[in-house]
């Protein structure tokens, strides 16, 4: 292992965060940079000049993934990978996903800058619609890159606008019909890591600076329609009302309360999407749509929670005379992060004297879509409040700098 006294350029780092949060379609209320949107591109096109000015190897998939290798013996040893995404929620904040992008940059431009003696290739990895904001459905391009979603999956995913998933792809630019045909290849990779925000707030009640993650939760999402009879909030009684969205309410309060009390400490259950037709305040609604998002670290609770609520759903629909459909539209199994990889990062932040904690994750992030393929870790900075998903999401340029300088030094140890 090199003697390693490197470190990130922090101003670089602000520099290309700040350039980057500047593209967002909500100035002044968060970030919000969906997949395939005009603020998406003109990302790209601000990264593809960093990656040429490096003289990186470039390749983007069929969904949006980059792929930008650093090769400097120029052989086709495994990369060690480090990224994660640019896309955010609506109103989101300016450090998910954005902080390990860059962070994963500025470690491949620190090594390539000082000649860092490496045998493996370090590849920096961005993946398309992590957050689901288009189509209700997380760590899609992930999915994608690794062959659990396929060209099939994406023509069934659909946005507000419906349209699918695989021809927003092809409208955006994308040869979505090559889909498949590029998955991530075990003998490709060596090791793979992601820098993120924690999204929560124990880093910051145990004051630790850096998060080491053993485990990421698994999801289930559900999309629950609710069909019942419209009519005029005038002139109907109460009795014989057939109105879905008290059924989508009956079911909401009764899925918190059983998620709350009936299943372990880390199962959380979420509805944070609804939708009404015709959504007249002076109408008896047609048609609820809602999204159920369900997570546990352990599998069983995910079942138990989704389990009660195809039963409460069955059983609301039933006393409120409505028709009903309940589909899975995303599902990720729960994550146990490589022993290797954490030993690694364990031995780093000892020598940095770094203040860290072994943490695990109840958002779901890309890096688990690529733990049957690779070993995989993943290194959390502290949010500030534990606030994420929002304007007011904050995490400091030096605890993003202390994450970073972690993984360099895991990088070049993994890199020999
Ligand atoms: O929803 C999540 O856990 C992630 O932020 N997309
Ligand atoms: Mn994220
Ligand atoms: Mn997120």
């Known amino acids: 292992m090199t003697e390693n006294s490197i470190s990130i350029n922090k101003e670089r780092l602000i520099k290309d965060m700040e350039a980057i949060n500047s593209n967002t379609a909500t100035p002044g209320n968060g970030s919000t940079r969906f997949s395939y949107s005009e603020e998406d591109r003109k ?3 601000y990264l593809s000049r960093e990656f040429k000015n490096l003289n990186l190897a470039v390749k983007t998939d069929g969904a949006g993934n980059i792929r930008a290798k650093y090769n400097p013996k120029e052989n086709d040893s495994p990369s060690v990978m480090i990224g994660s995404h640019i896309d955010t929620v609506m109103n989101g904040g300016e450090f998910d996903g954005l ?5 994963a940059l500025e470690v491949i431009r620190t090594i390539k800058e000082n000649k860092t003696d490496i045998t493996h290739p370090v590849e920096l990895v961005i993946f398309s619609e992590e957050e689901g904001s288009n189509f209700g459905s997380t760590t899609v391009g992930s999915k994608v890159m690794t062959g659990k979603l396929t060209k099939a999956d994406l023509k069934t995913l659909y946005n507000s606008e419906k349209q699918s998933a695989y021809e927003v792809m092809q409208a955006f630019g994308f040869d979505a019909d090559s889909i498949g045909e590029d998955l991530l290849q075990k ?5 793979m890591m992601e820098l ?7 880093l910051e009640e145990e004051s630790k600076s850096v998060g080491i993650v053993h485990a990421i939760a698994g999801m289930n999402t559900f ?40 299943v372990n400490e ?18 008896i609604n047609k048609t609820v749509t809602f999204n159920v998002d369900i997570r546990d670290i352990e599998q069983s609770g995910i079942d138990q929670v989704s389990n009660y609520l195809k039963e409460k759903v069955k059983e609301t629909a ?28 364990v031995a780093k932040a000892e020598k940095q004297g770094m203040n860290y904690l072994k943490l695990h994750s109840g958002a779901v992030h890309d890096t688990m879509m690529l733990a049957d393929v690779t070993d995989v870790a993943m290194i959390f900075v502290p949010s500030k409040n534990g606030i994420s998903h929002s304007p007011d999401e904050y995490t400091s340029y030096e605890d993003i700098e202390d994450g970073a300088n972690l993984m360099l030094e895991a990088v070049i140890e993994l890199a020999q």
């Open 43 to 45: 990302t790209r096109e």
């Open 99 to 103: 902080a390990g992008t860059i962070a």
């Open 187 to 191: 003998d490709e990779v060596k090791a």
């Open 196 to 202: 993120h925000i924690e999204q929560g707030g124990v």
């Open 223 to 262: 999309q629950v329609t609710l069909n019942g009879v419209s009519n005029h909030a005038g002139t109907m009684p109460m009795p014989g009302r057939k109105d879905p969205l008290v059924g989508a309410s009956k079911v909401i309060i009764a899925l918190e309360e059983y998620a709350r009390t009936q």
């Open 266 to 283: 880390t199962t959380v259950a979420t509805v944070g999407k609804l939708e009404c037709s015709p959504s007249g305040s002076n109408v």
């Open 318 to 345: 039933e006393t409120q005379q409505l028709e009903y459909e309940i589909d899975l539209i995303g599902t990720s199994a729960p994550a146990r992060l490589s022993d290797t990889v954490i030993d690694t990062l």
